[in-house]
């Protein structure tokens, strides 16, 4: 049955024609108790053929002629209207009209976020084109991909992954050998180049953060092990140039950064000429502090934000969207709380999600984060239930019941998880590895399309 959208009367779309001639007005009509919306229609995640009805109100006194409806976007968006019962229709004042716009996931040969926007003109003095943005998302599932040619990293797990517009990075991370501090690069068909050589690198570690910013890789944190076994923690910054292939360390700046026992797991996003970390303090707020990449001077500056939470464990899920920082993770008492930070504004919001919605229950199951676009991927894995949301400030969080989840050469599917949101696509290198029989074959990665 299709999916109904009102532009008028509901909070899900608002939309609204104005005739020509009085009655009308240049904003549109929101029905006592309704509040104003985004111009969008979201499909949500769905496997076949999905129908939304859109309804059009004509908010003036004066009759109103709809010109013309036009679908433009992604090919997952069928260009025909179907039921169209407004075109080169007269809708009397206060009248309206509805047709049906569909959304074919799978008909561009991708699956993932698929965007398109229909158009609709008429007659109206004030407003005679209105755009209603529309979204779908295609159910995807994890698949194994074999590299091209003859070299490809080694198995690992706990090592660092970043992308740019044409090349997926790895770094470092543990295998049967032990700690590691080698770069590789890959692109869209899977080729992989090795990027270690050189006197000047990082020191070989785990949990590490690796970061894109304008083009330019930056790797911050994570940990190894010494003499013994004991733990030795790292709150460094180091810049990778693709253009030089040269690492560079970032001097003098470790001092006011971050605690280095607080860096590990990915607690830092990045976000204009920016690096922010976001890591808890005990029992109080958690503390940001932030670095500008683009300064000579290359000193961490503490942040003070009012409303700051309180979250424990590592906060590996911190995202950017629309230029704010998102941050996922647990409250003292186990809850799963999902924080707005406004980098303008240094104010924290905790998120209220869309009614009816709960937050991801991961539990104390390692969790992860993806930026997509738009929002985030989250992951969690217990060992035995790996589960993937995804999250727009639009949708709030839906589970997205990927298949293929355990594949032959994983074990742990998302415990040691690793990857980046590259050309469209989730890749994931890695996984847990295992010295007897390894848990994922030398060179290969997963992708989720």
């Not at 920016?274 to 707020?285: F, K, L, R, T």
Request: glycine share 12%.
């Amino acid at each position: 049955m299709p999916r109904y959208k009102n532009f008028l009367i509901t909070a899900a779309a608002l939309f609204a024609l104005t005739g020509c001639g009085g009655g009308g007005g240049s904003d549109p009509v929101i029905t006592p108790g309704e509040t104003d919306a985004p111009k969008q229609v979201s499909f949500g995640i769905v496997k076949t053929e999905t129908k939304a009805v859109i309804k059009i109100k004509n908010a003036g006194l004066s009759a109103l002629i709809i010109k013309d409806i036009n679908v433009t976007g992604s090919a997952d968006f069928n260009k025909s209207i179907e039921n169209d019962n407004c075109t080169n229709k007269v809708i009397a004042g206060y009248g309206s009209c509805d047709f049906t716009v569909i959304f074919s996931p799978y008909a561009s040969s991708e699956s993932g976020m698929s965007e398109a926007s229909v158009t609709i003109t008429s007659d109206s003095s004030v407003n005679p084109s209105e755009t209603i943005a529309l979204y779908g998302y295609g159910e995807g599932s994890w698949k194994t991909a074999a590299s091209a040619g003859t070299s490809f990293p080694e198995a690992r797990y706990g090592h660092s992954a970043a992308s740019t517009d044409s090349l997926f990075y790895i770094f470092g991370g543990i295998d049967g050998a032990g700690f590691k501090n080698d770069l590789w690069s890959a692109n869209g068909s899977g080729e992989w180049l090795d990027l270690s050589s050189g006197s000047e690198k990082p020191e070989a570690r785990a949990y590490a953060t690796l970061l894109n910013i304008k083009g330019d890789i930056y790797l911050f944190g994570g940990k190894s092990r010494g003499a013994g076994g004991a733990e030795i923690y790292f709150n460094d910054v180091w810049h990778y140039s693709p253009f030089s292939k040269v690492w560079e360390r970032f001097t003098g700046q470790t001092a006011n950064g971050p605690e280095a026992d607080k860096t590990c797991s990915s607690n830092a996003v990045t976000l204009d000429n920016y690096i922010y970390s976001i890591a808890p303090d005990g029992d109080g707020p958690v503390k940001i502090y932030r670095l500008d990449v683009g300064n000579t001077a290359r000193v961490w500056e503490t942040v003070n934000a009012f409303n700051a939470p309180v979250l424990t464990g590592n906060l590996k899920a911190n995202s950017v969207i629309d230029g704010k920082i998102y941050v996922f993770g647990l409250s003292k008492t186990g809850a799963e709380e999902l924080w707005v930070l406004d980098p303008k504004l240094l104010f924290f919001e905790k998120t209220v999600l869309p009614e009816g919605q709960e937050m991801p229950a991961v539990g104390n199951a390692p969790f992860s984060a993806v930026q997509m676009d738009g929002g985030f991927a989250l992951f969690a894995d217990n060992g035995t239930d790996p589960r993937m949301w995804s999250y727009t400030p639009d949708e709030g969080f839906r589970e997205i019941p990927a298949t293929g989840w355990i594949t032959d050469q994983e074990a742990t599917a998302l415990t040691d998880w690793a990857g980046s949101y590259f050309n469209k696509h989730i890749i994931r290198f890695g996984g847990r590895y295992i010295t007897a029989s390894g848990t994922i074959n030398t060179g290969e990665y997963i992708r989720y399309e």
